[in-house]
């Protein structure tokens, strides 16, 4: 017993001692967690240079797109045919991937040998071969009557310009049966889709075998290579080039330096050489033979198996590695090698490989660290939660490998929290995956293209719009079809814009919507004309908008007394001007007779009404100031009187927000139901009735009636309902929630929060289509929604919502070309400027609404040249502006 102690302390002290003359004599492939993280940041570097377009031609990682735009969902279903062509075998397997209850795989496969003379001979041979093998595989299989869709795993560099370019080019032309080649995939990425098939948070593949390489998904923005910047696409990274432009010159030894002269590709591949299963033992091998001429292992002796290239495998490396086992592997592997090793020179040769082994695994985990990283920058996240899928016999057989693999990572990565996830079926399950996501994207792309089909109007359907505009609005104007119209065009009794001389102080109130605003307006004419403007906001409870008539016009009171007493003009007999955004019959400007309630409000015993008889009665219940109102103003008219006391050519008035309306100055002897036929008036089109006829029906779709159907307003309202701020979010829900029931969105999960009508709102729309980091925007509005969204999700989404808006914008060019027509032809001209004044949220916000409206405006009307001028101050000081050009027509009848 005292022996073996004995024994066992001295093995013990010669292990630590001769481990510390290794540690010493190997310190250059030693690295601190400073080097790693250099190594990391230079890695970050060639990432960039190789998604650049002007820096990719001398980039060495090649970052290669490889048109694999999505990982698996779980919803793929189908039978599949997945080729694989990575070496001497080549394997074909059938996949069958369904999921009645629960998404299942089952595959079948065979192995094909390709013989040496087709490996080295022509292009055209080997697809030849790879031809007739899926021929006989598909006849086994008894499948050769059926088109079949199928997956190339091909592993060697290859550029691609489209998912299935490279194998229908070779095999199409050789085939005698029919399949549907739809892609083509290195292993790297077939290890990725393989895993991301069990873990949809898989977004990195990596193979650390014979070779080494990587895959992930990267932003579309960032790929200047591939056209587009809305989604992800894979990119294979080949980093096996790594350092092939002497970027790691200062980490590579005189070893690394010795196998790459006597590869078959000398400077090239150079972090592959450093790092991969194909070269690891050679680079064991190399060491051992220095340290044996300098007399530091084997006594110093060298036999001719030791100095032949190759005697000494990566396999041999992952034994000797072994902890139980591992010195007696060394003894028997040093032994068939012609050394008769001792106990000292086992542990020496152990520790090498351990050295060898880890450098390998610091640098891979550095590499995978700078794709993790960048990955986490990418998603704006404060902590990036990933899986990476690993495939390749190195990290599957090697027994410490892994693990020191995970361990750097964590270090060098802290911020990141990775699951690694071993690829069980092979890159070639990948590939029938990728096959499978393609055909679904590609099928799941035609029915949403379908789907959408119907809001994208052309030119031809835009004119008729136009035409059907005009044949509504001279039926709004004819005595006899103005009871009958839908488009009222109401006269407004407003029959001049400002001239400048207007003067004094008045009140404007301007109500719309659930923010009621009271405004003091200080006009002064002369040499420098000037408007000085003080203004209060109220909230409209809902309470009080679907309450009574009585309740509304008190609360309207009370905040007009609350600014009163704010600006200390209580005692003041001002005259004033009334902004009323809703349908509303004028017989004079200071009658306002509410024809309907828009826009949520269903305040009772006010519609058929006079509204200024209302406010009138609602101040004299106060009893507290009086008033002089002179004008009741839509809020469309008022936004026209705005511009055109800025710009004298404005004639028409545009309102494109919560609802929708436009105004204009119509010649007095087209307005029938007003008498007499001089001058211009103008009149208040309530457009957002176009429709309700029936005539808009070609061009509704099932959620335009959705929408319809659960309005407060069933059947009224229906052009405002397809172009107006209120209703495109609800539009986009109904949207979503067909799309989630078909299951193209969010994995079929419908939340109980999309279910909520109104929920979406149209804000939502101006923000998602905002800018190239829209995509984030998206994710993070859908989880609000409580929607865990993938980044296909959003694509889908922001598609939805522009599809949407631009139809929205194109209708309303549409209304505003018949307008601008018709006041062009009333005039005689062959050619006309024109400004239209324009208010409203989806106008100013919208990044695309005002741009596609214009150009609609442009195309549908080109003898009209329309200037749109935004309405800085709002409606309420067109109704001051409207009072004092009352006021002042007033004067000069008395």
């Given at each position: 017993?005292?022996?073996?102690?004995?024994?066992?302390?001295?093995?013990?002290?010669?292990k630590?001692?001769?481990?510390?003359?290794?540690?010493?004599?190997?310190?250059?492939?030693r690295f601190s967690?400073?080097?790693?993280?250099?190594?990391?940041?230079?890695?970050?570097?060639e990432?960039?240079?190789?998604?650049?377009?002007?820096?990719n031609p001398t980039?060495?990682v090649?970052?290669?797109?490889?048109?694999?735009r999505?990982?698996?969902?779980?919803?793929?279903?189908?039978?599949?045919?997945a080729?694989?062509?990575g070496g001497?075998?080549?394997?074909?397997?059938?996949?069958?991937?369904?999921?009645?209850?629960?998404?299942?795989?089952?595959?079948?496969?065979?192995?094909?040998?390709?013989?040496?003379?087709?490996i080295?001979?022509?292009?055209?041979?080997?697809?030849?071969?790879?031809?007739?093998?899926?021929?006989?595989?598909?006849e086994?299989?008894?499948?050769?009557?059926?088109?079949?869709s199928?997956?190339?795993?091909f592993?060697?560099?290859?550029?691609?310009?489209?998912?299935?370019?490279?194998?229908?080019?070779?095999i199409?032309?050789?085939m005698?049966?029919?399949?549907?080649?739809?892609?083509?995939v290195?292993?790297?990425?077939?290890?990725?889709?393989?895993?991301?098939?069990?873990?949809?948070r898989?977004?990195v593949?990596?193979?650390?075998?014979?070779?080494?390489?990587?895959?992930?998904?990267?932003?579309?923005?960032?790929?200047?290579?591939v056209?587009?910047?809305?989604?992800?696409?894979c990119?294979?990274?080949?980093?096996?080039a790594?350092?092939d432009?002497?970027?790691?010159?200062?980490?590579?030894?005189?070893?690394?330096?010795?196998?790459?002269?006597?590869?078959?590709?000398?400077?090239?591949?150079?972090?592959?050489?450093?790092?991969?299963?194909?070269?690891?033992?050679?680079?064991?091998?190399?060491?051992?033979v220095?340290?044996?001429?300098?007399?530091?292992?084997?006594?110093?002796?060298?036999?001719?198996?030791?100095?032949?290239?190759?005697?000494?495998?990566?396999?041999?490396?992952?034994?000797?590695?072994?902890?139980?086992?591992?010195?007696?592997?060394?003894k028997?592997?040093?032994?068939?090698?012609?050394?008769e090793?001792?106990?000292?020179?086992?542990?020496?040769?152990?520790?090498?490989?351990?050295?060898?082994?880890?450098?390998?695994?610091?640098?891979?985990?550095?590499?995978?660290?700078?794709?993790?990283?960048?990955?986490?920058?990418?998603?704006?996240?404060p902590?990036?939660?990933?899986?990476?899928?690993?495939?390749?016999?190195?990290?599957?057989?090697?027994?410490?490998?892994?693990?020191?693999?995970?361990?750097?990572?964590?270090?060098?990565?802290?911020?990141?929290?990775?699951?690694?996830?071993?690829?069980?079926?092979?890159?070639?399950?990948?590939?029938?995956?990728?096959?499978?996501?393609?055909?679904?994207?590609?099928?799941?792309r035609?029915?949403?293209?379908?789907?959408?089909?119907?809001?994208?109007?052309?030119?031809?359907?835009?004119?008729?719009?136009?035409?059907?505009?005009?044949?509504?609005?001279?039926?709004g104007l004819?005595k006899?079809?103005?009871?009958?119209?839908?488009?009222?065009?109401w006269?407004?009794?407003?029959?001049?814009t400002?001239?400048?001389?207007?003067?004094?102080?008045?009140?404007?109130?301007?109500?719309?919507?659930?923010?009621?605003?009271?405004?003091?307006?200080?006009?002064?004419?002369?040499?420098?004309?000037?408007?000085?403007m003080?203004n209060?906001?109220?909230?409209?409870?809902?309470?009080?908008?679907?309450?009574?008539?009585?309740?509304?016009?008190?609360?309207?009171?009370?905040c007009?007394?609350?600014?009163?007493?704010?600006?200390?003009?209580?005692?003041?007999?001002?005259?004033?001007?009334?902004?009323?955004?809703?349908?509303?019959?004028?017989?004079?400007l200071d009658?306002?007779?509410?024809?309907?309630?828009?826009?949520?409000?269903?305040?009772?015993?006010?519609?058929?009404?006079?509204v200024?008889?209302?406010?009138?009665?609602?101040?004299?219940?106060?009893?507290e100031?009086?008033?002089?109102?002179v004008?009741?103003?839509?809020?469309?008219?008022g936004?026209?009187?705005?511009?055109?006391?800025?710009?004298?050519?404005?004639?028409?008035?545009?309102?494109?927000?919560?609802?929708?309306?436009?105004?204009?100055?119509?010649?007095?002897?087209?307005?029938?139901?007003?008498?007499?036929?001089?001058?211009?008036?103008?009149?208040?089109?309530e457009?957002?009735?176009?429709?309700d006829?029936?005539?808009?029906?070609?061009?509704?779709?099932?959620?335009?009636?959705?929408?319809?159907?659960?309005?407060?307003?069933?059947?009224?309202?229906?052009y405002?309902?397809?172009?107006?701020?209120?209703?495109?979010?609800e539009?986009?829900?109904?949207?979503?929630?067909?799309?989630?029931?078909?299951?193209?969105?969010?994995?079929?999960?419908?939340?109980?929060?999309l279910?909520?009508?109104?929920?979406?709102?149209?804000?939502?729309?101006?923000?998602?289509?905002?800018?190239?980091?829209a995509?984030l925007?998206?994710?993070?509005?859908?989880?609000?929604l409580?929607?865990d969204s993938?980044?296909?999700?959003?694509?889908?989404v922001?598609?939805?919502?522009g599809?949407?808006?631009?139809?929205?914008?194109?209708?309303?060019?549409?209304?505003?070309?018949?307008?601008?027509?018709?006041?062009?032809?009333?005039?005689g001209?062959?050619?006309?400027?024109?400004?239209v004044?324009?208010?409203?949220t989806?106008?100013?916000?919208h990044?695309?609404?005002?741009?596609?409206?214009?150009?609609?405006?442009?195309?549908?009307a080109?003898?009209?040249?329309?200037?749109?001028?935004?309405?800085?101050?709002?409606?309420?000081?067109?109704?001051?502006?409207?009072?004092?050009?009352?006021?002042?027509?007033?004067?000069?009848?008395?």
């Open positions: 017993m005292i022996a073996a102690q004995l024994l066992a302390y001295y093995f013990t002290e010669l630590d001692d001769k481990v510390k003359k290794i540690d010493k004599y190997l310190y250059a492939m967690d400073e080097t790693l993280m250099d190594i990391m940041k230079r890695f970050r570097r990432l960039g240079n190789g998604l650049g377009r002007d820096t980039a060495t090649k970052m290669l797109p490889t048109f694999v999505s990982i698996p969902d779980g919803s793929e279903k189908g039978d599949f045919i080729l694989d062509l001497s075998a080549f394997r074909i397997l059938r996949v069958k991937v369904s999921h009645e209850k629960k998404q299942t795989v089952q595959m079948e496969s065979q192995i094909y040998d390709t013989p040496e003379d087709i080295h001979g022509s292009g055209t041979r080997l697809f030849d071969h790879v031809a007739e093998c899926l021929g006989d595989f598909m086994k299989q008894n499948i050769k009557d059926k088109k079949l199928v997956g190339f795993t592993s060697f560099p290859c550029a691609q310009t489209k998912l299935n370019e490279f194998s229908h080019k070779q199409c032309c050789t005698d049966y029919d399949a549907d080649i739809m892609a083509v290195n292993d790297t990425v077939g290890t990725m889709m393989t895993c991301g098939f069990d873990d949809q898989c977004e593949g990596i193979i650390i075998g014979t070779g080494t390489n990587a895959c992930y998904m990267e932003e579309l923005r960032h790929i200047d290579l056209e587009g910047d809305e989604g992800r696409m990119i294979n990274t080949e980093w096996g790594f350092g432009n002497g970027m790691l010159e200062d980490i590579r030894t005189e070893f690394d330096r010795e196998i790459d002269r006597g590869s078959l590709n000398p400077g090239k591949q150079l972090f592959e050489k450093m790092v991969s299963g194909m070269y690891m033992g050679e680079l064991v091998r190399l060491i051992l220095k340290m044996a001429k300098e007399g530091f292992l084997f006594e110093g002796r060298i036999t001719p198996e030791l100095l032949t290239k190759g005697k000494f495998e990566t396999k041999h490396v992952s034994s000797i590695e072994k902890n139980k086992e591992g010195l007696a592997k060394a028997d592997i040093l032994g068939r090698l012609g050394v090793p001792s106990a000292d020179d086992c542990v020496a040769v152990q520790h090498v490989c351990t050295i060898v082994s880890h450098r390998s695994a610091n640098l891979l985990a550095a590499t995978l660290g700078g794709i993790l990283s960048r990955l986490k920058d990418n998603k704006g996240n902590r990036l939660r990933t899986t990476v899928g690993i495939d390749g016999s190195l990290y599957k057989m090697h027994p410490q490998y892994a693990r020191r693999l995970h361990k750097t990572v964590r270090r060098l990565v802290p911020e990141s929290d990775v699951r690694f996830l071993l690829s069980e079926s092979g890159s070639s399950k990948g590939a029938a995956m990728v096959t499978a996501v393609a055909y679904r994207l590609a099928d799941q035609r029915q949403i293209t379908e789907t959408l089909a119907e809001f994208r109007l052309t030119s031809d359907q835009l004119l008729e719009v136009k035409k059907r505009m005009r044949t509504e609005i001279q039926n004819g006899k079809t103005h009871d009958s119209a839908t488009i009222k065009m006269p407004t009794y407003v029959l001049s400002p001239d400048g001389s207007e003067n004094g102080d008045f009140l404007a109130l301007d109500l719309g919507g659930t923010n009621f605003r009271v405004l003091l307006v200080k006009i002064r004419s002369g040499k420098r004309r000037t408007v000085e003080h209060k906001i109220y909230a409209i409870p809902m309470e009080v908008m679907q309450g009574t008539g009585e309740e509304l016009f008190d609360h309207i009171v009370q007009i007394s609350d600014f009163l007493d704010y600006m200390g003009m209580k005692n003041t007999r001002l005259p004033l001007g009334f902004t009323f955004s809703f349908p509303c019959r004028q017989t004079s009658v306002g007779i509410l024809v309907t309630w828009t826009k949520g409000f269903k305040a009772t015993d006010c519609e058929g009404e006079d200024v008889g209302l406010l009138r009665e609602g101040i004299k219940r106060r009893e100031f009086d008033l002089d109102v004008a009741v103003v839509n809020d469309t008219v936004t026209m009187m705005t511009c055109a006391y800025e710009e004298p050519t404005c004639e028409v008035g545009l309102i494109a927000g919560t609802g929708s309306n436009a105004c204009y100055m119509e010649e007095m002897r087209n307005i029938e139901v007003v008498e007499g036929d001089v001058g211009r008036m103008c009149v208040n089109m457009w957002g009735a176009f429709g006829n029936g005539c808009l029906d070609d061009i509704r779709t099932e959620y335009d009636r959705a929408v319809d159907d659960f309005s407060l307003n069933l059947g009224k309202q229906r405002e309902k397809m172009c107006s701020g209120m209703y495109l979010g539009i986009v829900r109904n949207i979503l929630i067909d799309l989630t029931k078909r299951g193209f969105l969010f994995r079929g999960q419908i939340s109980e929060t279910k909520t009508r109104g929920i979406f709102e149209t804000k939502f729309l101006s923000q998602i289509e905002s800018d190239r980091l995509l925007q998206v994710r993070s509005i859908l989880q609000q409580g929607l993938t980044c296909d999700d959003s694509i889908i922001k598609e939805v919502c599809t949407v808006s631009r139809r929205a914008a194109q209708l309303c060019g549409a209304g505003m070309a018949a307008v601008v027509d018709k006041i062009r032809e009333n005039r001209l062959n050619q006309m400027d024109i400004t004044g324009v208010d409203g989806l106008y100013k916000l990044p695309h609404f005002s741009g596609i409206m214009h150009q609609t405006v442009k195309e549908l080109p003898k009209c040249n329309v200037n749109f001028l935004l309405s800085e101050d709002g409606s309420g000081k067109g109704a001051a502006l409207i009072t004092a050009v009352g006021c002042r027509m007033r004067e000069q009848k008395s």
